[in-house]
């Protein structure tokens, strides 16, 4: 699965969620 974040593609996984909130 993928979501539409800012604009651009990111794989929904929750190792990359929490480096989406570290990117934040």
Known sequence: MQ???DGYL???DPM???R???CQ
Request: charged letters at 35%; a negative charge.
């Open 10 to 12: 990111v794989p929904v």
């Open 3 to 5: 979501d539409f974040v």
């Open 16 to 18: 990359d969620d929490l």
């Open 20 to 22: 989406c909130e570290s």
